[in-house]
């Protein structure tokens, strides 16, 4: 149980293309989903923790403009790296939890997208 | 703030040796802590997670990790290393959102 499916795993752009991103969680609804981002031998860095039928919360120095979420039902949430960038290249990986209001409630992972922007 | 620290960058054990990954915490409030694992160009998998219903937790593929108030630690181990054991893996704090340590590259040696 608790499987997250993302989709797709990799994606090669060119420079000024938008590309979505989408996390499903196919076994159980997710009313909190969240964004990753991971940089090659480096640790994951929360992008934004995205909010069924609300706005996402992005984390300090994220631009929302550039990394548009969309979380409009309990089983998928988007993200859209809009106008990307050579340097928005990078593993991109979304979780959710079965239940985040509980305080052990473990993240689930999706596989991750590699994005290459050229 | 909570936050954990992985001492560690990278270990090399050789097959059929422990593991032991370091994973130190600190948090205000008894925390909620987990171990999981990454293969290369995948998600994570969880391997483990502190309940506080028990000190020692056990988790899959043979790991386990004890909770150490006094020293504030939660360190991974396996007893005997496999090839396949051969991953990135990362300790992680929940507060109000999840919190990485900076992850320990574990290299199995045959």
């Known amino acids: 149980g608790a499987v997250v499916s993302q989709h797709p795993s990799w994606v090669i752009c060119k420079s000024g293309t938008s590309v979505k991103i989408e996390c499903r969680s196919l076994?159980?609804?997710?009313?909190?989903m969240f964004w990753y981002r991971q940089f090659p031998k480096q640790s994951l860095m929360l992008m934004a923790t995205s909010n069924e039928g609300s706005k996402a919360t992005y984390e300090q120095g994220v631009e929302k403009d550039k990394f548009l979420i969309n979380h409009a039902s309990l089983t998928l949430s988007t993200l859209t790296v809009t106008s990307a960038h050579p340097e928005d290249s990078s593993f991109y990986i979304c979780?959710?939890?079965?239940?985040w209001g509980q305080g052990n409630s473990p993240l689930h992972f999706g596989n991750g997208t590699r994005l290459t922007v050229t | 703030a909570q936050s954990v620290t992985q001492l560690g960058s990278h270990v090399s054990v050789s097959e059929g040796a422990l593991v032991l990954l370091r994973c130190n915490y600190s948090s205000s409030v008894p925390p909620y802590l987990f171990w999981y694992v990454q293969y290369p160009n995948q998600g994570l998998q969880l391997l483990l997670k502190y309940t506080s219903a028990a000190t020692l937790v056990k988790g899959i593929n043979g790991f386990e990790a004890e909770f150490k108030k006094s020293e504030t630690s939660f360190h991974l181990t396996k007893p005997s290393a496999h090839m396949s054991d051969a991953a990135e893996y990362f300790c992680?704090?929940?507060?109000?959102?999840?919190?990485f340590g900076q992850g320990t590259e574990l290299s199995v040696k045959p």
């Open positions: 076994d159980f609804q997710a009313t909190t």
């Open positions: 992680a704090v929940r507060g109000g959102k999840l919190i």
């Open positions: 979780s959710a939890s079965v239940e």
